[in-house]
């Protein structure tokens, strides 16, 4: 639901207290029964917001009976709602357009790159201007169409350089035409770039313009309202009617006075504000969809051709390196990414204990009993050790002490000879061997344990890099493919970035808004046709006619004074703000439907709206939407996108 088609609720809503139904007026004995019939009906119809069929029944009710009965009153401040209601809406629609295209116009001027894609798709019309223009000259001049006309120096003949552009440049530039003044030669990407300036600036002057119109109904439909939920009397009605003409006469003189307008007159003036609308912006629009195409439809056959060929010609190079491609990512899948998950899992699993090893979980118990076998029998065979004492050699062999071995290989040194022939000595030395064995596999037996306890890290620590590389691919896929198709949370980066835009347009309305035209005579009879009708019994306590300016001039002293924070918007900022709270309603219900909190940002919407509110109590709003909505739409980053 659009801002007009809730606005229009709200007053038939409020007008609810006096609702519309035959009086007894109706009863009157002149009148037949038919058109008693007809008065009800017409009444009935008009309880809610009417349809076109409704409309146009009830101006023919107004048309026929001519009474100033309560009756007659009751439809016609219906039918003044409803045409309040499609004005809005026809000015809401041609304010969003303007400033669409203005847009469009603002971004072509400030990118090189823009600028010259649109010189290019606007080169066939340009070269249609000339050659039209060259042959009228000829014609005019009564000079013939030959080979000779169409060399350089006849050109510079025909049209000389001089302080103004040339037929042929205004030709080919029309926005070159409108301006008196000395004219420097300039390249043709400068001509372009002024010429989409200039469109911009006559857009900017029909957006505010349409602005201004819709700011100005909207702040008098509360005043419709209030009347309608009272007593509305007739020349309230022709006020609004009135006002109503004004607002939609673009062109036209202003209306003095308060003659009595037919309201079937203001349904006609809509539609004529939009064929004058229509007329206006012809020229000011983006280039068709043909000419932003064509360099492309001339460009893409003849580039998909040369790309095919290529192709073709190169079938067994690229099938060769699509396969090593697709063999890189299998390998690559299967041994860095399946094969390290499947280790990690079987650890949990296991418990490491099935896993490669820095030494066999049995060789260190099998090394320390062959030790200590082998210094049990050096006691026992050589040395007559009792039985006491090998229990103490067992006992110390456990913690590793081999002293008693040590003792005998000291003695069989001092006769080596001897010792070696037919002592212990090479049994000593063994037993020895046999103990730094022990020891080693003691120290590889810690480290397994060592690097067993962190199998875990290691096989994560090792996969990280292959799930992060995947991670990123898939994370970039998805991103192009959503993007590429705009869609993504919340409509896309795109979208929420223009909401970010309306955003800042409406702070910067809230803070230094811009001033109204206070020399047009058009805008004097419209804010003297507003003041007619705020003068008309509306209650000071109203928000909607806080300022009390009788001109544009004192609208312009309010907007720029010190009591800025109490006073209500301008029409013009006003309309402005209507501009940008439409486009944050468009982006709520298109984009914000599977979100939890689309209803309350429509409400916040919905206060930016309300021109009842003051200027600070709009920046409290933008304030709290700035920090409820802020994070969640990502707009604390759009500044870097």
Known sequence: ????????????????????????????????????????KTLAGFNTPPTDQQLLEGLDVLDDHASDGRDMVDISERVIAALYGRAMNALLNQTLEADDELHYWLEV???????MRFLLQTFPLRIQRLATTFVSSLRHRNIPLTFSTLRAGSIRHLFPTTNHPSELLV???????????????QSPLSLTRDECRLKRKNLETIRNDRALRLGLLAMASHNLEYAMSHTC???EIDQHTQLLRLTLEFHQGSLDGVTPVPQRKVLDEIDECKTVHK????????????LQLWPRLILIPPATYLLLRYVYQSREGIRQHAHDAVETVRVFWQSWVLEPIRGIISTVRTGGDDGIRVISKDALKADMDSLERMTLDLGKEKLGFTQAQLDAIHEQIQQGDL?????????????PIRSAMTGTLIRSLLIQVQKVKVDVDFALSGIDKLLRSQELTFGFVGVAPALAVVYLTFGWLIDFWRGGRGRGQFGGKKERKRVWNSMRRIERLLISP?????????YLALFSSFNAIRALGLPSADRSTAMQGTNVG????????????????????NGLLLLSSTQLRTFAESNLRRSNFRDEFLEDVRDLEDSRLSVGQKRLVLDRMWRSWGRSLGWDNLAKV
């Open 554 to 573: 004192d609208y312009n002293q309010a907007a720029v004074g010190s009591g800025l924070d109490d006073a209500s918007p301008s029409p013009l900022t």
């Open 171 to 185: 030709a080919a530039f029309p926005h070159l035409g409108l301006h008196q003044s000395l004219f420097f030669p």
């Open 1 to 40: 639901m659009s801002f007009v088609d809730q606005r229009t609720r709200e007053i038939y809503q409020n007008a609810s207290t006096h609702q519309a139904k035959p009086s007894l007026s109706i009863g009157r004995r002149e009148q037949n029964s038919a058109q008693q019939a007809l008065m009800y």
């Open 403 to 415: 002293s008693s071995v040590l003792r005998v290989y000291e003695e069989d040194i001092k006769k």
């Open 279 to 290: 007329e206006e912006m012809k020229s000011l629009q983006r280039p068709s969809r043909l």
């Open 109 to 115: 001027e400030r990118s090189r790159y823009k600028t």
């Open 514 to 522: 811009p001033a109204l035209d206070a020399t047009s005579p058009q």
């Open 233 to 235: 009397s007739q020349a």
